[in-house]
């Protein structure tokens, strides 16, 4: 028996999507929290050692090469490499009561682009007097924000609004940031709350809306698009597939943890920086600000090959 749960544990790691998404969406479920699935080895370990069973001992040897091959690659030190650009991602809450303060710990790296979510029309004079003075530039729909220090232009809502939530529920945009390595579509989102219930996992809205800014990004015209945003869900889950498969995974798949959510005792990340003919590449955390969620951070180098690229005369 135990070395039988071994193996399903090895599977599962290596095959999250035997699971279906049919009953509960249990699947999105287990990728959500895919790394966590390795409690499950040193639980074995300690049955197999008191029943002392060579076979289980033997046979927790492959969820434990599994998760290694998966994982383990983010434990190891990262070295940040060359970069053009770093960008910030926070979903700041709603009930942030310092807006100012968390305005200026985004700053201390002295990022580039930086992405907000939960702004409310009390906290957002905060927030724009806070960043003005290292980022002019700056464009808000709803209730997300990007500021930038570059030129923006293009500014427009992205309509990502299930048919389920009411009307004026508004969480996404895109706007051009125009830097002096060419033009690159910059999108802000936030994708619906799931919730955990006795039914499973309750994603349809946010799967609905990941369709949505899947469109959005596969009719995107510049080449170069650069996605910050609270997206509810790790890369893993199938429940972004719409999102993730227009954008460069290789960049973000395989970097460090940087869990983000709950900001108390972070167990994933949900807040994601992703790019499109770009590397994605030292993702981490800050500090903790006055929200529920850790800033994440990542830099982000362009592709030179890229039809937005400026020509050389």
């Not at 609004?161 to 999108?187: C, F, K, N, Q």
Request: avoid cysteine.
């Amino acid at each position: 028996m135990l070395a039988t749960l071994a193996v399903l544990t090895a599977v599962l790691l290596a095959f999250p999507s035997v699971v279906p998404n049919t009953v509960g969406r249990l699947g999105s479920l287990l990728e959500t929290f895919l790394p966590w699935l390795g409690l499950a080895v040193p639980l074995l370990l300690v049955l197999a050692l008191l029943r002392r069973s060579a076979t289980a001992l033997v046979a927790l040897l492959l969820p434990v090469a599994v998760w290694g091959q998966a994982f383990g690659g983010r434990l190891l030190p990262e070295d940040p490499g060359a970069h053009d650009l770093t960008a910030v991602q926070h979903n700041v809450s709603d009930v942030n009561t310092d807006p100012a303060g968390t305005a200026a710990a985004l700053i201390v790296g002295a990022p580039d682009l930086v992405a907000l979510e939960e702004l409310t029309l009390a906290a957002l004079p905060a927030y724009e007097k806070a960043l003005a003075g290292d980022y002019p530039h700056h464009a808000v729909e709803g209730t997300v924000g990007l500021w930038s220090r570059y030129p923006l232009s293009d500014v427009r809502r992205v309509d990502i609004r299930p048919a389920s939530i009411e009307e004026g529920w508004s969480r996404g945009l895109r706007s051009t940031a125009r830097t002096p390595w060419g033009d690159i579509a910059v999108y802000v989102a936030h994708l619906p709350s799931v919730r955990l219930g006795w039914s499973g996992l309750g994603s349809g809205p946010r799967d609905e809306s990941a369709g949505l800014l899947g469109a959005a990004l596969a009719a995107e015209e510049l080449d170069r698009v650069i996605l910050l945003g609270d997206l509810n869900s790790t890369l893993d889950d199938r429940g972004l597939d719409p999102v993730t498969s227009r954008m460069d995974r290789m960049g973000s798949a395989g970097q460090a943890f940087a869990f983000s959510w709950p900001a108390s005792f972070p167990v994933s990340r949900i807040d994601q920086v992703l790019a499109r003919s770009a590397t994605v590449s030292h993702v981490r955390t800050l500090p903790a600000t006055g929200s529920d969620h850790l800033p994440v951070a990542a830099d982000i180098r362009l592709d030179r090959d890229s039809d937005d690229a400026p020509r050389t005369p």
